[in-house]
């Protein structure tokens, strides 16, 4: 499960819960702490589905801890618009090619090697995950039937798209 800082959001799994310091989002910070504690790195949702854990809240967390579900709800629900928006506009674009490179395991220069893409090849799928370098976007991409991260800086997409170049010739 992944745990990161972006902006200041506290991110579990890829979920967006609260934002740091907790007294940004209008969440007591010892509710936070105590939610921190009972889910251990869980998603917020799913860890408060279970049976009892409500017991472990004080009276006066409730409310945070409600906003904190639906918060993680709403997430869930636009990362699955953003999927689906992300799979429905492939035609919108059109194809995108490689201009040669690394197929990555994370979004960053320094992640480990997933596949080498030679120049010309297709992708076969493209997501736009919004994360910039030097410039351009990463993309979660599908290439032989693996899934990996392309940089936006070496590959084009006919009709063109933010963040990649318009074609590897130039």
Known sequence: MRIALLTGTLVFGGLALASLPAAAQGFDE?????????????????????????????????????????????????QRNDRAAARSSGGRYGPSFSCGGVLRSRPSMNAGKVASVAEGQKLESVEDIDVWFNDYKWFRVRYNGLVGYHWGGIFWTQGGREGTIPSCNG
């Open 30 to 78: 010892r509710c936070s702490k105590i939610v921190e504690s009972i889910c251990r790195g869980a998603e917020v949702g799913p860890c408060f589905r279970e049976k009892g854990i409500w017991d472990y809240i004080p009276p006066k967390c409730s409310g945070d801890v409600q906003s904190m579900v639906e918060m993680d709800r709403e997430a869930r629900e636009q």
